[in-house]
């Protein structure tokens, strides 16, 4: 069973938006922190939001244009991906975990003219 799975990558122009949801199933889903992070081509694995039962944190590059939530009952996080720019492209991973222990497969998301 894949412990979490992305949905909603794609292609877009810039300045335009995506949404990318994440189930969990089991113990994958963690109530205290889940988090989305993204893999741009030449450059390591970065974090971009962390969700958590009681707030939200953005990494700089994001900050005013993702917007991170979730939905317990469903185990599941989303991500609101407004104004965006070539430099998003990559494949954006969800996880859980502290450390993570859990990753998704990845989507693929695709800003581009």
């Known amino acids: 069973q894949v412990p979490l799975m992305e949905y909603g990558g794609g292609s877009v122009q810039p300045g335009g938006s995506l949404t990318l949801s994440c189930v969990g199933s089991g113990s994958a889903f963690s109530v205290s922190a889940m988090a989305w992070y993204r893999q741009v081509p030449g450059r390591q694995r970065e974090w971009i939001a962390i969700?958590?039962?009681?707030?939200?944190y953005y990494a700089d590059a994001v900050k005013g244009r993702f917007t991170g939530s979730r939905d317990d009952a469903r185990n599941m996080i989303f991500l609101q991906m407004d104004h965006l720019k070539s430099e998003d492209t990559g494949v954006y991973f969800c996880?859980?975990?502290?450390?993570?222990?859990?990753w998704g497969q990845g989507t693929q998301v695709t800003v581009s003219s």
């Open positions: 996880a859980s975990g502290s450390a993570p222990e859990y």
């Open positions: 969700i958590t039962d009681r707030n939200v």
